[in-house]
């Protein structure tokens, strides 16, 4: 949705701008893809799905998925001098990760209920903290974020 400044110009909302971006990477990678775009706590969430004919699996792995949010993200900076917080999802990659992320939680307090003081996970995004974070909640038991940069990682603990 655009709106207008103050000197009565059309201005693009971070959400189009991202939309643009994206369109314009799949269309130089000669992909097609549909773009859905919703905004729900404070946040722009943006799906990328496969269009008739066409196979995301290349642009749905993780790292690659990581990479374009990047990528959207800064573009987006470019255009507005502010940080977005845009999550970008590929071929409903970030759902997979969700179940995969929920699997590891399961793991980890099984290893608390075993008699671990605690169980650290790996390093991860503050995004998938933040669903690791509901997530042991959820059964009842204590998480914190430990470690600072791309070692950052969540500790469950029992609550």
Do not use: C, W
Not at 13 to 38: S, W
């Amino acid at each position: 949705m655009s709106h207008v400044d103050e000197n009565g110009q059309t201005v693009k909302d971070t959400a189009e701008i991202a939309a643009d971006y994206i369109e314009a990477f799949l269309d130089i990678a000669d992909l097609d893809g549909d773009l859905e775009m919703e905004h729900s706590n404070g946040r722009d969430y943006i799906s990328i799905v496969a269009g008739e004919n066409n196979d995301l699996s290349a642009l749905s792995r993780g790292e690659v998925v990581t990479s374009l949010q990047e990528l959207t993200r800064l573009a987006v900076h470019t255009r507005t001098g502010d940080f977005s917080r845009l999550i970008l999802d590929v071929g409903g990659s970030r759902d997979a990760r969700a179940q995969e992320l929920d699997r590891i939680v399961e793991r980890a307090i099984e290893r608390i209920e075993g008699g671990a003081q605690s169980a650290a996970l790996p390093p991860m995004s503050s995004y998938e903290r933040k669903l690791v974070h509901d997530a042991v909640s959820e059964r009842g038991f204590a998480s914190h974020s430990e470690g600072e940069g791309a070692e950052r990682h969540t500790v469950i603990t029992q609550a």
